[in-house]
């Protein structure tokens, strides 16, 4: 690991990654098929789960990447929902490393319907949603409302797709939507280092540093009685200024 930076684009660099990607393939395949196995045999998603934060965690370990988690203490003991930013495919086991609670994500249909891996997220509890057929958010809503009053925490990356540069990019409003309907606290998370880990369009892992900065949750007055707009600009800005710098400065080092 002392050897990578020196080796900045050369070959070496070029074959850890492609080591490293297989790895973290294999890694990634093998949790897949513990989780639906599991998720078949017992008809629950608490093992599923269980296996889920455990890929996530070795996934940053072979990696190789340091994470720095910062604001831990403004999560809630209940359910809730966490807005984050969306740079890399890094960021679904970046988040599930860090906040070690068995956290589902809301994501498009187009990751469910990826083999063995879309089938093992189900089972783990996560949720897709479909954006072009509106009876399918009216049955996501349900579920998720459900799963985040039972005291499950939710991720939805409201921008829709990941960013190639980092930059951060207007919010959806539908996971506002979701917010209000179930009444519980939202608090935007600013990640960083997805997009030098693994950049969009790319297979090869690349050394980074990961930050995760968990952030106050919205006051419970401006998520009832602000329009989904309103709140995803709120939530937006927070994020801006974590980014920025404005945000907690102590954290855990994993």
Not at 22 to 28: D, G, I, K, M
Not at 40 to 69: E, Y
């Amino acid at each position: 690991r002392r050897l990578i930076p020196q080796l900045q684009g050369g070959r070496e660099l070029v074959i850890t990654g492609f080591l490293k990607s297989v790895a973290l393939l294999t890694h990634t395949l093998v949790s897949s098929l513990l989780i639906y196995l599991t998720g078949v045999a017992t008809r629950s998603g608490r093992v599923p789960s269980l296996i889920m934060d455990w890929w996530g965690r070795w996934f940053i370990r072979i990696g190789g990447w340091s994470v720095r988690v910062e604001g831990m203490e403004h999560l809630p003991e209940g359910g809730a929902i966490l807005v984050s930013n969306h740079q890399s495919l890094v960021d679904i086991p970046l988040l599930v490393s860090a906040v070690h609670r068995g956290a589902g994500f809301l994501a498009k249909r187009e990751l469910g319907r990826i083999p063995l891996f879309g089938k093992a997220m189900t089972c783990a509890g996560n949720l897709f949603i479909d954006r072009a057929d509106p009876r399918d958010a009216v049955h996501l809503m349900r579920d998720a409302v459900r799963a985040i009053r039972g005291g499950k925490l939710i991720v939805i990356f409201s921008e829709g797709t990941r960013s190639d540069d980092g930059t951060i990019g207007e919010f959806k409003p539908g996971a506002f939507y979701l917010a209000m309907k179930a009444g519980v606290p939202v608090l935007p998370v600013y990640i960083d280092g997805g997009c030098r880990a693994l950049p969009k369009g790319s297979l090869i892992f690349r050394p980074a540093e990961l930050v995760v900065r968990i952030l106050a949750p919205l006051p419970r007055e401006a998520v009832t009685s602000l329009s989904k707009q309103e709140i995803a600009l709120e939530a937006r800005r927070r994020i801006l200024l974590a980014r920025d710098g404005e945000g907690a400065r102590s954290g855990a080092v994993l």
